[in-house]
């Protein structure tokens, strides 16, 4: 009976323990804030807050406070505050919580706003994306299969369950962020920089400041870690950085978008069709899929017939039809240069995000019989 | 030496991996629900369809926006959203309204609206 009710408490205590590691979390969990708490009086006590002239405290909270206010409407449930710790290294590190440590060595080091705004903006990012909770599900998981694993072999389950919440604080620090929420926090970085108005390039000059070098200790944060390389980072950061400016001066507004797909359309350059589409569309359509596309194949044939009817070149217009919550209609009605008349008219809707106004789905065609 | 009569320990595996298969189908279950169909079509004071309407879905206490539209020819369509409560917002130059739906199980919900 013994053996049996132990069977049971245990595979009813697996069934709990991965139902709970894989419930949502919405919100800042009791563990995160413990740990955030943990650490910061950790990296206080160690080293102390920095001191800094009013100009340059002044300096670097105006460019926190901006950054800030934009990252929390991506994360409203965060309430960001940033400390700066006297040591005189080159690192950064996200503690969670919405806490945020920057060292006084790189503080120093960084004499210009776009690069000091690449560092917040990075530690932002690890806010946002929540991966301090990620770090801490993986752990938990981890260490849940350790304590099973004590409670097959030696059958003190309860010490176990004990250690997993004392020891997670301690692996984040140690472990630091996964290659994935390293290169997620980049791009954040870069777009949270141009959205608060801060040039993107900054990130790719930090990259420079932190492969120069000087005093760093791997173990005091993660901006400095061994991954992603440094040279691969900064030539995803090029690139990144490069569709960022690219999309700015291509997607600005409904009517830009509208008028780079109608451009695509009319000189049949499907790359410029497929660069107008949104990320989440592109994520689940490549280029060569768009080639098939029923309705981007119907609407090639309308401009063909019309085209041809018409002996001449095919000129378009564009109308704003409707704007909500960053969302747009755009109207492109396609005519005849020579009589001026309408002979196509698609409707296209947009979505702003971090590229600019993209297309959520293909043009349709108004009155289609 | 003496053997140890395994049917009782058999029996009582056997009761445990039911239950735990029992919890295991009760997770999944939980974790369906049904979906259904959501139409709407929008008029003008004329009585002639109107294009150009923003219809946003929202959850019930308007936390999130789960997906958006324009109306063209005068409808909008959402396919396969997970019965229960929503709100819609409807957007067009002139007005806005807002309202509540539900959404059941394999239904299709239609709805007519005169845009003022």
Known sequence: MLKYSKSFSTILFIISA?????????????????????????????????YLEATARNRIYNIFDRLSAEAAKD??????????????????????????????????????????????????????????????????????GGVLFETFTKGN???????VAGNIGLNLLEKGYSREQERDADEYSVSLSERAGYDSYGAIELM???????????????????????????????????????????????IATARALAQGILSDNLEMVYGSYWNKVQG???????????NLKQIEERIVIISLDNFGELGYTLELRNQVENTARVAISFY??????????????????QYGWKLVRDPRIYNLK | ???????????????????????????????????????????????????????????AKYEQRLDFAYTINGEVNFIGLPSGIYRVKLVSWESSEELEIQIKDGESTYLKLKIE
Request: proline fraction near 2%; charge should be negative; aromatic fraction near 8%.
């Open chain 1, 208 to 254: 420079y400041i932190l492969k120069e070098g000087g005093s760093n200790d791997t173990r005091l944060g993660e901006l400095f870690s061994s991954h992603p390389n440094l040279d691969n980072r900064v030539d995803y950061l090029k690139d990144l950085v490069k569709s960022f400016k690219d999309a700015k001066e291509l997607y600005y507004s409904p």
């Open chain 2, 1 to 59: 030496m003496k053997f140890r009569d395994r049917s009782g320990d058999d029996l009582k595996y056997k009761r445990v991996f039911l239950i735990m298969i029992i919890l295991l189908l009760m997770t999944i279950l939980v974790g369906c629900e049904g979906q259904g169909d959501l139409k709407i079509i929008t008029y003008d004071n004329q009585g002639d369809l109107l294009d150009d309407v923003y219809v946003g879905l929202y959850s």
């Open chain 1, 18 to 50: 991965l139902f709970l590691i894989n419930l949502p979390a919405d919100a800042v969990s009791d563990l995160e804030k413990e740990i955030a708490k943990k650490n910061l009086v950790k990296y206080q006590e160690e080293y102390g807050l920095a």
């Open chain 1, 336 to 353: 005849d240069d020579n009589n001026q008349q309408e002979d196509l008219s698609l409707a296209i809707d947009l979505i702003k995000d």
């Open chain 1, 75 to 144: 994360a409203r449930d965060l309430n960001f505050k940033l400390y700066i710790v006297d040591a005189p290294v080159l690192n950064a590190a996200y503690l969670g919580d919405g806490n945020l440590v920057l060292f006084k060595g790189l503080v120093d080091r960084l004499k210009d706003d776009n690069q000091l705004a690449a560092v917040i903006a990075h530690e932002l990012g690890h806010g946002v994306n929540n991966d301090i909770e990620e770090s801490i599900n993986l752990i938990q998981g981890l260490q849940v």
């Open chain 1, 284 to 294: 689940n359509r490549s280029l060569n899929q768009l080639k098939n596309n029923k």
């Open chain 1, 157 to 163: 389950r309860y010490e176990g369950i004990l250690d």
